[in-house]
């Protein structure tokens, strides 16, 4: 037991999550964004990466390297701009659907649409995820384990506390680990590709929710991308 504490001490007192790699992701976004052909675009192509863009620049205000504050404002603004990020992709995924529906897309604009909305798929949810589980990344270093908001998510480290010594040394009881930014990442690529949860599982109705609506998102725009293979193949 104080070998636990001991090692959920150094979890508390380590130095927050380092704010590049989900900065970078939202950079990605944006830039993929701006760069979608004109026919799934609803808006000028620059407004909706200037508005990600500006909630990332206040976000970085209040943690600018590592993530160690959060208010109020900080944890909605961070939602916002995942939930811009995943809105506008399913408006542009709808718009893709609606010009290969219409056969006024030509199939190489098709086929690059839906790489990009796949790949902005996956970071949007990605960034959502690591923003709701266990009350975001701040609360998830900080707090102690009977403090955390109930998990949204169970990853293997969570289970693995009774296998053997090698595995079970970096196990949350065991080692205090906690998921950070490329966790949610890999979880959100794993639901893009396989359509359905792989190795960490949804736990609460929201998680599930949302998993749902990001593989049936994937699963759409992996039929456009069959849709233009068969097309290609008949003519």
């Not at 790699?21 to 939202?26: D, E, F, I, L, R």
């Not at 169970?154 to 289970?159: G, K, M, T, V």
């Not at 506390?161 to 040394?169: F, G, I, L, Q, Y």
């Amino acid at each position: 037991m104080n070998s636990q504490r001991s090692e959920l001490s150094k979890r508390r007192a380590a130095a927050g999550e380092n704010r590049l790699p989900p900065a970078c992701a939202v950079v990605v976004a944006a830039v993929v964004y701006a760069l979608l052909p004109s026919d799934v675009l609803f808006t000028n192509r620059l407004l909706v990466p200037a508005i990600e863009v500006l909630l990332l620049v206040a976000l970085l205000v209040t943690n600018p390297r590592r993530m160690t504050r959060q208010t109020r404002w900080s944890r909605w603004a961070s939602i916002a701009l995942s939930s811009v990020v995943i809105l506008t992709n399913v408006v542009a995924l709808g718009l893709l659907v609606s010009e290969l529906s219409s056969g006024g897309a030509s199939g190489s604009h098709l086929l690059i649409a839906a790489m990009q909305i796949w790949l902005t798929n996956v970071i949007g949810f990605a960034l959502l995820y690591w923003e709701l589980d266990r009350g975001g990344p701040v609360v998830r270093r900080e707090a102690e384990r009977d403090d955390l908001p109930d998990a949204d998510w169970r990853f293997s480290q969570d289970e693995n506390d009774d296998a053997v010594t090698e595995v079970s040394r970096t196990s949350s009881v065991s080692s205090g680990w906690i998921p950070i930014f490329v966790d949610y990442l890999y979880l959100s690529l794993t639901n893009s590709s396989a359509f359905s949860p792989t190795d960490t599982m949804p736990l609460s109705s929201r998680a599930k929710s949302l998993m749902g609506v990001q593989a049936t998102a994937a699963l759409l725009t992996t039929l456009v991308v069959v849709a233009f293979a068969v097309g290609s193949i008949g003519s």
